[in-house]
C-alpha cells in the first residue's frame, strides 16, 4: 500500500522531522524516514545523527501517498534539492499526491517547482519574501491545511502540523484518540 515519507536532507530540523515520525506512526500510519542522498546517515541542524529507514535510490514513487519535508537553515541541502528530487516532487504532486511542509520547506522546496503558487499557505515568517516570490499567499496561521497541501510555520507548530496530517489520512476520531492520549488541547 501507499505510505508516508519524510525527506531527510543534510541539515534537516530534528523536531519538525522527527515528532511527526512519531505522532504518523502511532497513528497507525505507515511512515518511513528517506535520506536524500545514498547514504542513510543523515546529520540534522543541531548535530543529532539519524539512521533514516532508506535512501533516495530505495524510494519508489508509486508508494508514496505523502511526502513529508521538514525545514532547515536556508543554506543546507535539506532545502536546496538537486534536479531528480525537485523531479519526484513535481510528479507526485501533479499526478495529485499529498505533500507537507513546514518552516522554510514551504518556500525554499515547494516554492521554486510551482506547489504554492496562488495558493494560500504559511512557512517561517523569515522567509515571507521567498514565500511570496514564488506566488504563494502568505497566511499567519500556525498550520494551514488545503485539499493536498498542509503547511506549517516552524517547530513550535509541529505537534499540530503533525495532527493535521493525521487528520487529513486517518480522521478526526484518530486525531482526537491521540490528543488525548498525548495531553494535547
Not at 519535508?69 to 507526485?92: M, R, W
Request: glycine residues 10%; hydrophobic residues 45%.
Amino acid at each position: 500500500g501507499k505510505a508516508v515519507f519524510v525527506m531527510l536532507g543534510k541539515g534537516f530540523d530534528e523536531i519538525e522531522a522527527l515528532a511527526p515520525v512519531d505522532i504518523m506512526r502511532r497513528a497507525g500510519m505507515e511512515v518511513f524516514t528517506v535520506s536524500m542522498t545514498d547514504n542513510r546517515l543523515v546529520k540534522g541542524a543541531t548535530g543529532n545523527l539519524v539512521v533514516a529507514d532508506m535512501s533516495i535510490s530505495d524510494l519508489e514513487p508509486e508508494l508514496i501517498d505523502w511526502l513529508v519535508f521538514p525545514g532547515a537553515d536556508k543554506s543546507e541541502n535539506a532545502v536546496n534539492l538537486n534536479e531528480n528530487l525537485q523531479n519526484l516532487i513535481s510528479e507526485h504532486w501533479n499526478k495529485g499526491g499529498n505533500i507537507a511542509a513546514i518552516c522554510a520547506a514551504p518556500a525554499l522546496v515547494l516554492g521554486p517547482l510551482g506547489i504554492i503558487n496562488k495558493v494560500k499557505a504559511t512557512g517561517y515568517p523569515f522567509l515571507k519574501e521567498d514565500f511570496e516570490k514564488a506566488g504563494g499567499i502568505y497566511s499567519e496561521d500556525p498550520v494551514v491545511v488545503g485539499e493536498r497541501l498542509i503547511t506549517s510555520k516552524g517547530p513550535g507548530t509541529t505537534l499540530e502540523f503533525a495532527l493535521a496530517i493525521v487528520r487529513k489520512a486517518k480522521g478526526t476520531k484518530t486525531e482526537q484518540t491521540l490528543r488525548s492520549g498525548m495531553i494535547i488541547s
